[in-house]
């Protein structure tokens, strides 16, 4: 395979909010409305989700992770005035920190109906808000195989990025607990080892059969080239409360495919790790997160996370520094010892405040602040 990556690739990315009331700080079903006041700014770049509790945002394709972050203040902000026509704020939480009055409401699209039908009471937690990150990748068997270098590094993602200790009213004693719920079902969490495109459809294929998966044409797992667009999309993420942590996951994760895809074009096809060791691994890194230890998947051994995120920075250095992110990432991994992730931060509001309204209300602020960021104040045109 002569294919090389040469030209700095776009990205773009997807979060999924709550919709929270600031009284009461339980999530509501109010997702429809929400999206229709954000149409006549933003149109389409935010749409509802699986629950009605629920909204998500995307950008469009962005070179530089400046403009990236523009682009997302941009549309959080719209989001953010939005709910607030429906008296409502946004949340940027992995799972609901307070238990809503109502059982999961599910929105009204065929596929999350098809869901119900097929996974029944599995279902009937799952109001779980993600990150997900898309890295222009045009072809596809380059995509799935780029896939096998980046499946080791998913624990560490997990772990960086936790921001859901809390769900429903109680601690789970776990970093993220979207992880726990997600690693239920049978085709979600890290893809399998492929070797080659065809591979990877034959393997899509056979879990629809099963119907341990939906749609064969659409799988949900953790990196995938996406169905319909030209990206490979990295999804075992938990929702940042703050825009600069976004951006910085994402620039991280961008460095990490343009690497990946390079070795693909010389030839190597990734490490072929053991899928139940790297489950393992997601396991861990969900219930310890950081600034805990977790398994490096290429050697099978347990090593602070710190120390896995400083391997993963030099085997990913000369991209970041093509691409003028470095200290983009370095500042990240600053914040991450100094404050923890977002699950360490949600619980310390806890420890210091007034219980669970004071974790539900440094949410809401964060997220309520889309033009600040680590990098400083941005303007939204």
């Known amino acids: 395979m002569d294919i090389q990556v040469r030209e700095v690739?776009?990205?773009?990315v997807e979060e999924e909010y709550f919709l929270v009331d600031p009284v009461t700080r339980s999530v509501v079903s109010a997702g429809p409305r929400v999206v229709a006041h954000a149409a006549a700014e933003v149109g389409d770049l935010v749409s509802e989700e699986f629950t009605g509790y629920q909204i998500e945002v995307r950008t469009r394709p962005c070179t530089t992770m400046h403009e990236l972050r523009v682009e997302?203040?941009?549309?959080?902000?719209?989001?953010v005035s939005a709910a607030g026509r429906e008296g409502l704020r946004l949340c940027a939480s992995g799972t609901p920190v307070i238990a809503p009055d109502r059982a999961s409401d599910v929105g009204d699209h065929p596929r999350y109906r098809a869901g119900l039908r097929q996974y029944r009471a599995m279902l009937g937690d799952f109001d779980i808000s993600a990150f997900h990150a898309h890295v222009l990748l045009p072809d596809r068997e380059q995509a799935v195989l780029t896939g096998n270098h980046l499946r080791p590094?998913?624990?560490?993602?997990?772990?960086?990025s936790a921001n859901s200790p809390f769900h429903h009213g109680s601690d789970t004693g776990y970093a993220s607990w979207r992880s726990v719920i997600r690693s239920r079902f049978p085709c979600l969490g890290p893809p399998p080892y492929a070797r080659s495109l065809a591979h990877h459809e034959q393997l899509a294929a056979a879990m629809a059969a099963s119907e341990a998966m939906l749609n064969a044409d659409m799988p949900y797992w953790d990196i995938r080239p996406h169905p319909h667009l030209p990206t490979l999309e990295v999804r075992s993420m938990d929702v940042p409360a703050e825009v600069g942590d976004t951006v910085a996951l994402t620039a991280l994760i961008r460095a990490m495919v343009v690497t990946a895809a390079r070795r693909v074009g010389e030839g190597d096809g990734g490490p072929e790790v053991c899928s139940e060791l790297l489950r393992a691994g997601y396991w861990r890194a969900a219930r310890d997160g950081w600034p805990?230890?977790?398994?490096d998947i290429l050697t099978g051994t347990v090593m602070p996370f710190a120390d896995q995120a400083a391997q993963l920075v030099a085997y990913?250095?000369?991209?970041?520094?093509e691409y003028g992110d470095v200290e983009l990432v370095k500042a990240f991994l600053?914040?991450?010892?100094?404050r923890g992730s977002g699950a360490d931060v949600q619980r310390s509001r806890y420890a210091a405040g007034a219980g669970l309204n004071a974790v539900v209300d440094g949410l809401l602020q964060a997220?309520?602040?889309?033009?600040?960021?680590?990098?400083?104040?941005?303007?939204?045109?």
């Open 9 to 12: 690739p776009t990205v773009g």
């Open 292 to 295: 805990g230890s977790g398994i």
């Open 334 to 338: 600053e914040r991450l010892e100094t």
């Open 72 to 79: 997302l203040a941009r549309v959080r902000a719209a989001a």
């Open 367 to 381: 997220t309520d602040s889309p033009g600040i960021t680590a990098a400083g104040p941005v303007t939204v045109q």
């Open 316 to 321: 990913v250095r000369p991209v970041l520094e």
């Open 153 to 160: 590094w998913l624990p560490l993602l997990v772990a960086m």
